[in-house]
């Protein structure tokens, strides 16, 4: 099992440009996320996905859409993209339901707006 | 919202001393207390959680005790080695949070030998 993977790892974008970063899980959790992670900051919450068709805003969503394709998929956008959207990127999934469990990241995607 | 404060920001412990890292939350209702481990250029894992009907839990090296009236919970690793530099995030969630985390700014320990 590859367990979550996400690409790209790597990218670097001009201000405006327009990227997806692309998430999928072979584990047959239902709940799926995006963090973004800045030096200091810890890992912050962007949106998140409790079930297949459902998705909610985190901490930080502004700048940021997502889309649950099927129970694996889930896909950050970013439609025009700001340098303050630098950061690296972590998807992460999990069984959890109401009263928590262990989330599973993926390898991070490293994303810089210049 | 929940709020997780975490200390110190880093940490240097010689090998074999033992280290300890704190973590205060805002939210009374929180329930869940998991810690994750991130190397460096890697994804966090988790290595210890805790739920707030315990009051401390042990995995060989590492336990965590969690104090749900002055609402800190904290880390301990015992006997460290080279090995377990890294940063360290403690997090927290509230029941129907389906799996939402608010994590601390992480710890950065290092192991000197």
């Known amino acids: 099992n590859a367990g979550v993977t996400q690409t790209p790892k790597f990218q670097v974008l001009k201000t405006g440009q327009s990227m997806t970063l692309q998430c999928a899980q072979d584990?047959?959790?239902?709940?799926m996320y995006w963090y973004r992670q800045d030096p200091g900051m810890g890992l912050r919450l962007i949106y998140y996905?409790?079930?297949?068709?459902?998705?909610d805003k985190g901490e930080v969503p502004n700048g940021y859409n997502v889309s649950r394709l099927n129970k694996r998929e889930f896909s950050l956008r970013l439609e025009s993209a700001a340098p303050s959207q630098t950061s690296v990127y972590f998807c992460?999934?999990?069984?959890?339901?109401?009263?928590?469990?262990?989330?599973?990241f993926g390898e991070g995607s490293r994303l810089t707006v210049l | 919202g929940e709020n997780v404060e975490q200390h110190p920001s880093t940490l240097s412990v010689q090998e074999g001393d033992s280290a300890v890292i704190k973590c205060t939350y805002s939210?009374?209702?929180?329930?869940?207390f998991p810690w994750y481990k991130q190397e460096l250029g890697k994804r966090p894992q988790l290595i210890i959680d805790?739920?707030?009907?315990?009051g401390e839990k042990k995995d060989q090296r590492i336990a965590v005790t969690l104090n749900k009236t002055a609402k800190h919970f904290s880390l301990h690793i015992t006997e460290t080695q080279p090995e377990d530099s890294a940063v360290y995030f403690c997090?927290?969630?509230?029941?129907?949070?389906?799996?939402?985390?608010?994590f601390g700014a992480g710890t950065q320990v290092v192991v000197t030998p």
């Open positions: 805790i739920r707030s009907n315990v």
């Open positions: 997090a927290a969630s509230t029941p129907d949070s389906w799996g939402k985390l608010q």
């Open positions: 584990m047959n959790h239902n709940s």
């Open positions: 992460a999934s999990s069984e959890a339901d109401k009263i928590g469990g262990e989330l599973f």
């Open positions: 996905s409790a079930s297949e068709g459902t998705t």
């Open positions: 939210d009374s209702a929180s329930n869940y």
